[in-house]
């Protein structure tokens, strides 16, 4: 499992995490006392669609500060790209599109440089589960929040109508649910628990409570196999166990299938969804509703999200003020907030992003409230840390919950987070960090 990702951790320094960062920040060539009226040009990173549309509105009124978007590929090859251009010392661009997974990576490999005297005061605008993807629960600032994934339930409101069912509002009533509608129909499924989607599990988790990474000084601690994580997956193992969900990967012709034939009548998914379903189960359009995520707790609402990023700025960025002012009306400024949720078809991450989101995808034509529903779960987000080795816990987690999943028995799955912990810790141990416990 390590070798596929030693690349990448090769190129993290051993170097204590938010000290040596500090430094280089303070050192980065930062040009804030610089004439205003200066001209600048600035490079973005960027795989999402359309950003140069977006930048365009930015470039026309700001000529002193005129930014060029470098499409990229988003994941693992862009962090690869720029921990490359870091270490050659040329090549970094001055703005990153960043995943909040791989903020810690970058942050430990001296890519990314803390901006909180520029943009700290940005935290009110974005829900707090969001604001600490981007700090690590430090007072560092690593960049601002673009977009986020909080988590929803979707279901095919007809088979749930013709059941005598409502939209689930707790993990006990879906599970009943689930089993209904199974009973009814053993065709049918309310949903797959996936083995290799670690990034659905990890925002469930986040509901429960878990947060997988945490630093104290210069130590990370790593807390996979935890009570709320436990739960979870004893929650989700059990449901396979019994029978009354599917088990089969995401994203495969087969599944994408179930969803368009009626099989699978569900998805705990995130409020990009609607893009999926479109492409997916087109003829089952008009017949799916948007939901709050089913509750642990009733009384206090909570949710994860399952993917989104950041735009930070770089360590070797010479033109960190300017940079940071671009980042600013990127990710604050309502106009740029309508041509993210618009022009690039993302779900901006500030908390006004409701206000420019008028109407709902074209999916959910008819349900007026999704977006309300999706602001909601986004300020309901729990805080989570990743670590700097998320890929090396990802891929343990495929292996062994896909272990798991051929097993179908729920003690599999929770007896699988030992060694997803293990294995972690002893990665992070190998690279170099200290960690504490």
């Not at 040596?20 to 040009?31: L, N, P, Q």
């Not at 610089?34 to 999402?48: C, G, H, I, M, R």
């Not at 089913?294 to 360590?315: F, I």
Request: aromatic content about 10%; charged content about 15%.
């Amino acid at each position: 499992m390590k070798t596929k990702f030693a690349p990448l951790m090769a190129a993290l320094t051993a170097a204590a995490l938010f000290t040596g960062t500090a430094c280089s920040s303070s050192d980065s060539g930062d040009t804030a006392a610089a004439d205003p009226n200066e001209k600048v040009a600035l490079t973005y990173w960027s795989w999402t669609p359309n950003m140069d549309k977006v930048v365009a509105a930015w470039n026309a009124a700001n000529p002193n500060i005129q930014v060029t978007v470098n499409k990229q590929d988003g994941g693992d090859p862009a962090v690869t790209k720029l921990l490359t251009a870091v270490k050659a010392g040329s090549g970094a661009p001055d703005i990153m599109q960043a995943e909040y997974q791989k903020i810690p990576t970058l942050v430990s490999a001296n890519a990314i440089t803390d901006i909180a005297g520029e943009v700290g005061s940005l935290k009110e605008k974005f829900p707090e589960g969001v604001w600490n993807g981007v700090t690590l629960g430090s007072d560092a600032v690593y960049g601002v929040p673009q977009d986020s994934g909080p988590l929803m339930f979707f279901y095919r409101s007809d088979v749930f109508e013709s059941n005598g069912l409502a939209a689930p509002k707790t993990w006990d009533d879906y599970a009943a649910a689930a089993e209904k509608i199974h009973k009814t129909d053993p065709k049918q499924y309310l949903g797959t628990f996936s083995a290799t989607d670690a990034g659905l599990f990890t925002g469930l988790a986040q509901q429960a409570g878990a947060s997988w990474w945490g630093v104290t000084g210069d130590a990370w601690s790593v807390n996979i196999n935890d009570a709320a994580t436990q739960k979870v997956a004893a929650y989700w193992g059990g449901l396979v166990e019994k029978g009354v969900i599917d088990n089969k990967p995401m994203y495969t012709p087969e599944w994408n299938a179930a969803l368009n034939d009626g099989t699978q009548v569900g998805w705990v998914s995130a409020v990009w969804a609607p893009g999926v379903l479109e492409g997916s189960a087109k003829d089952t359009k008009g017949k799916w509703a948007a939901a709050p995520m089913p509750q642990w707790d009733a009384a206090a609402p909570a949710t994860g999200n399952w993917g989104g990023s950041a735009t930070s700025v770089t360590a070797q960025s010479k033109h960190k003020a300017q940079a940071a002012k671009f980042v600013t009306w990127l990710n604050s400024d309502p106009a740029a907030l309508k041509l993210l949720a618009t022009d690039a078809n993302i779900y901006p991450a500030a908390t006004d992003a409701s206000a420019v989101l008028t109407a709902p995808p074209a999916f959910f034509a008819d349900q007026a409230d999704y977006y309300t529903i999706a602001g909601d779960a986004a300020k309901a987000a729990k805080p989570f840390t990743y670590g700097p080795n998320v890929n090396v816990a990802y891929s343990a987690f495929n292996d062994a919950f896909g272990k798991a999943a051929e097993s179908k028995k729920a003690a599999a799955f929770t007896e699988s987070l030992a060694t997803i912990q293990q294995t972690t810790v002893d990665d992070l141990k190998n690279s170099g960090f200290t960690v504490a416990g």
